[in-house]
């Protein structure tokens, strides 16, 4: 690993750094989410997801040490709210 000082003859001597921030990507869809990411987009805490996980509740992928969850969290109310509404019309 090389690694680079800043010194106060560098050209790169007080030299403002800018720190990189995810940008969304306009027209590409999201085909898979992290636990930390999902949970928060759902609302749920991280434990409460992997209970889900667990569970079978949440279709996930392991690559590498990363566990992916493969639906979204909108989809995955919407088929929540699909199947409520399925149970609530078959007991009627």
């Not at 929540?80 to 609530?88: D, E, I, L």
């Given at each position: 690993m090389?690694?680079?000082?800043?010194?106060?003859?560098?050209?790169?001597?007080g030299a403002?750094?800018?720190?990189?921030?995810?940008q969304p990507l306009v027209g590409i869809e999201r085909v898979a989410w992290t636990v930390k990411r999902w949970s928060q987009e759902?609302?749920?805490?991280?434990?409460?997801?992997?209970e889900m996980i667990k569970r079978g509740q949440l279709p996930s992928?392991?690559?590498?040490?990363?566990?992916?969850?493969?639906?979204?969290p909108g989809d995955y109310m919407d088929a929540?709210?699909?199947?409520?509404?399925?149970?609530?019309s078959?007991?009627?």
């Open positions: 090389v690694r680079t000082l800043l010194t106060s003859t560098s050209p790169l001597a403002e750094v800018k720190k990189r921030t995810a759902s609302d749920l805490s991280v434990p409460t997801v992997w992928v392991k690559i590498g040490g990363r566990r992916l969850i493969r639906i979204s929540c709210a699909a199947a409520a509404a399925a149970a609530a078959a007991a009627e």
